[in-house]
């Protein structure tokens, strides 16, 4: 290579680095701006009035815990400041109607992180229930995809006044616009969508029991549509939550993992998961050596494609290495084939999986070396998607970690028939198992 190549090699990297550096200065900036500090939403005109209202007003916020009180204030007013606010009767909006609209999305979203209500800005204020001309009905409350939360004030009042008729149409609304963001968020929100998924496979089964037998938990009204039924099973949450829990206590659980709340419990900003510190996702070497595998599946000759395709790209760049490199050398060629060595011991790593199911535990480890990877117990996993790639099984494994929930990617290279027989005593187990985009039944396989 020639010292003019190097040069121009030279400029370029450093240009991208410079590049680089822009993007992620102005990134930062672009997230600093989007959040109001606490020390200059302390000296804003409304913030001494806010608090006063939230605290007379809003019970959710008189029973947080002090070191939490701040942290919703500020919240409730970045919400306040970001929206904007209409009304077809009122001349201006009252700070009391803006901070308790604001308080009712924070209620619904405190015990998530950083989480915005996305393109829902917009906040239409009416004094009584009005007629919407799209169904020629009269409405207390609508969301719209357009960014537009509409609510009727009177019947917000009335939802707040009584606080536990499991009626509040502030939180109703609020739910049907985080379920849209949710929805709409094309990933960025990953957690959350996989645990949604998991929530509406789990009230399917409940409205089909509602429309059976009108004498349930919830109120009919929930049994409309998945919609509905999230943000009625919203409204009950915060305002019957120990009821809820004792009635229908898996589906609390997995509204708690939703909102990372626990209402009944008096936990704000996480929840009470009875799976921590029982069941262990650690598995040794010896305890596999003394339990008997349900099922091993080791990936099929599939696994060789990934290798043979490097390799075809790999080797194609040999004749353009000998003219960017005049004199090839047996040096060039030794690091040429580490290089290649390396990068089939990464694909290995990454794609030759194993996975087997003992009594109580799932495993993943490398073919061959047996160097096990994952473990994860069979109670701490939420759900599992099988996604077929014509040549291998994409499996997302969602599961606990402590309190936490995490996601685990794995490229199993295992026939249709053996993945079948995998998620057949996975169901056994209890387990949610979404094929293919579709969530599977025990009768189904």
Request: charged content about 20%; aromatic content about 14%; proline content about 2%.
């Amino acid at each position: 290579m020639s010292k003019e190549h190097i040069y121009i090699i030279g400029i370029f990297l450093f240009g991208m680095l410079i590049a680089l550096i822009a993007i992620a200065r102005a990134y930062i900036q672009f997230i600093q701006s989007k959040h109001l500090k606490l020390s200059i939403a302390k000296h804003l005109p409304e913030w001494k009035k806010m608090n006063s209202i939230l605290s007379e007003e809003f019970n959710y916020y008189k029973n947080l815990p002090e070191n939490l009180k701040t942290e919703f204030s500020l919240r409730t007013i970045q919400f306040m400041r970001t929206c904007k606010w209409l009304s077809p009767v009122q001349s201006e909006i009252t700070l009391r109607q803006k901070t308790l609209v604001s308080a009712s999305a924070i209620q619904l979203t405190f015990g998530l992180q950083n989480f915005g209500f996305g393109r829902f800005k917009t906040i239409l204020l009416y004094d009584d229930a009005y007629y919407n001309k799209s169904t020629k009905q009269y409405h207390r409350g609508e969301v719209n995809h357009a960014g537009l939360i509409v609510l009727s004030w009177k019947y917000f009042e009335q939802g707040y006044a009584i606080d536990n008729d499991k009626i509040n149409l502030g939180l109703h609304e609020m739910a049907h616009a985080l379920d849209l963001v949710v929805q709409l968020s094309q990933g960025r929100h990953y957690n959350m969508q996989r645990i949604r998924e998991k929530f509406q496979h789990s009230a399917l089964e409940e409205m089909l029991a509602m429309r059976q037998n009108s004498n349930r938990f919830f109120r009919s009204y929930g049994a409309s549509n998945q919609h509905e039924f999230f943000s009625v099973a919203v409204e009950h949450f915060f305002e019957a939550s120990c009821e809820f829990s004792q009635k229908l206590p898996e589906l609390y659980l997995e509204m708690c993992q939703l909102l990372n709340q626990d209402p009944c419990n008096k936990l704000y900003k996480s929840y009470k998961n009875p799976h921590n510190n029982q069941y262990n996702n650690n598995f040794t070497t010896r305890q596999l050596d003394f339990s008997k595998p349900q099922i091993v599946l080791n990936p099929n000759n599939h696994i060789a494609i990934p290798f043979i395709l490097f390799s075809v790209i790999y080797f194609t760049t040999l004749p353009i290495l000998k003219i960017l490199f005049h004199s090839w050398s047996i040096v060039h060629l030794s690091i040429w084939i580490f290089i290649y060595l390396i990068y089939l011991a990464l694909i290995y790593n990454k794609k030759a999986k194993a996975i087997c199911i003992t009594t109580k535990h799932l495993l993943s480890w490398n073919f061959l070396l047996r160097n096990r990877r994952f473990t994860v117990h069979l109670n701490n996993i939420v759900n599992i998607e099988f996604t077929y790639m014509l040549t291998y099984y994409k499996t997302n494994i969602s599961y606990f970690e402590q309190e936490s929930i995490k996601q685990k990617q794995l490229s199993l290279y295992i026939s249709p028939t053996s993945i079948k027989k995998l998620e057949r005593l996975l169901l056994q187990q209890g387990l949610k198992i979404k094929h293919n985009n579709k969530w599977l039944k025990k009768e189904s396989l």
